[in-house]
């Protein structure tokens, strides 16, 4: 099918039955790529915002071109794959597999030399040792010394050091090994009775989303977990920005009157 993403505008918005319909259709006959297809171009945006939010650093052999057409092989990925039974929306599992396709694609193409990659390699682990050394990182001109060559080489490489590294990547190559954001230090980590206490605000949050009518539910999300704007959500479920703010404010009062009957009841007994 059609991977141009800058289209996207021009697509007909189905209502939320008609979606409905289409995903049952699927559902029904899932060799069909007529069905497949058109739920795809439902769901276009979805590449769209994913692309647009992708911070990495590329070499100019990636093109924006080239992104959009990994992120759009996600999405196809994501509708053949879907399945109800998950027990998550759509729009949120497409995300995952929209953004980790992208990554997947650019991690896999790697366009330095061997020889480029070993020198790389070589600055790596002297960045190691010097630390080990020092109790510190290491400067360029520090790892240009210990190496041999020019502190502008070392600059050179470590530039030319294009690696798509996530945080959940492990340090290691065994089952036992950690991920890297475990090792992140985290400077505003919470005392113990602190991490106890936002548990629990965030159980009382959860509980309360839970009690939101399902379309107020769903722009909370988009809006605070997915950092889609109002704009993006109302062209997202066919609802003008303008309702999606009146909804949006609607969602925030109804959190703070459940929350705020949380803690009532919560003193009440406490105090009985």
């Given at each position: 099918?059609d991977?141009d993403t800058?289209?996207?505008?021009?697509?007909?918005?189905?209502?939320?039955?008609?979606l409905?319909e289409?995903?049952?259709?699927?559902?029904?006959d899932?060799?069909?790529?007529?069905?497949?297809?058109?739920l795809?171009?439902?769901?276009?945006?979805?590449?769209?915002?994913?692309v647009g939010?992708v911070?990495?650093?590329l070499?100019?052999?990636?093109?924006?071109?080239?992104?959009?057409?990994?992120?759009?092989?996600?999405?196809?990925?994501?509708?053949?794959?879907?399945?109800?039974?998950m027990?998550?929306?759509?729009?949120?599992y497409a995300?995952?597999?929209?953004?980790?396709?992208?990554?997947?694609?650019?991690?896999?193409?790697?366009?330095l030399?061997?020889?480029?990659r070993?020198?790389?390699?070589?600055?790596?682990?002297?960045?190691?040792?010097?630390?080990?050394?020092?109790g510190?990182?290491?400067?360029?001109?520090?790892?240009a010394?210990?190496?041999?060559?020019e502190?502008?080489?070392?600059?050179?490489?470590?530039?030319?050091d294009?690696?798509v590294?996530?945080?959940?990547?492990k340090?290691?190559?065994?089952?036992?090994d950690?991920?890297?954001?475990?090792?992140?230090?985290?400077s505003?980590a919470?005392?113990?009775h602190?991490?106890?206490?936002?548990k629990?605000?965030?159980?009382?949050?959860?509980?309360?989303?839970?009690?939101?009518?399902e379309?107020?539910?769903?722009?909370?999300?988009?809006?605070?977990?997915e950092?889609?704007?109002l704009?993006?959500?109302?062209e997202?479920?066919?609802?003008?920005?303008?309702?999606?703010?009146?909804?949006?404010?609607?969602?925030?009062?109804?959190l703070?009157?459940?929350?705020?009957?949380?803690r009532?009841?919560?003193?009440k007994?406490?105090?009985?």
């Open positions: 099918m991977q800058s289209t996207y505008n021009k697509i007909k918005r189905v209502t939320n039955e008609e409905a289409m995903w049952q259709r699927y559902f029904d899932h060799d069909n790529k007529e069905y497949r297809d058109a795809i171009l439902q769901y276009i945006y979805l590449t769209k915002y994913v939010r911070k990495v650093s070499p100019p052999t990636f093109s924006f071109e080239d992104i959009s057409s990994y992120g759009v092989e996600g999405l196809i990925d994501a509708v053949e794959k879907f399945s109800p039974k027990g998550a929306r759509f729009e949120t995300l995952v597999r929209i953004r980790g396709n992208i990554i997947d694609k650019i991690r896999s193409q790697d366009f030399p061997r020889s480029v070993r020198k790389i390699k070589d600055v790596k682990e002297a960045q190691e040792e010097l630390k080990a050394k020092f510190r990182s290491a400067t360029n001109s520090e790892i010394n210990y190496l041999g060559i502190k502008e080489k070392v600059e050179q490489l470590l530039s030319d294009t690696t590294t996530s945080i959940y990547d340090k290691g190559s065994s089952d036992g950690i991920e890297i954001i475990d090792t992140i230090q985290d505003r919470l005392n113990p602190d991490k106890l206490e936002e629990d605000v965030k159980k009382e949050l959860e509980d309360a989303l839970k009690r939101l009518p379309r107020e539910r769903t722009i909370m999300v988009l809006y605070y977990h950092n889609m704007t704009k993006e959500i109302g997202a479920i066919n609802v003008s920005e303008s309702r999606i703010s009146q909804l949006h404010a609607q969602a925030i009062m109804k703070k009157n459940l929350l705020s009957e949380n009532s009841e919560r003193l007994r406490s105090i009985i």
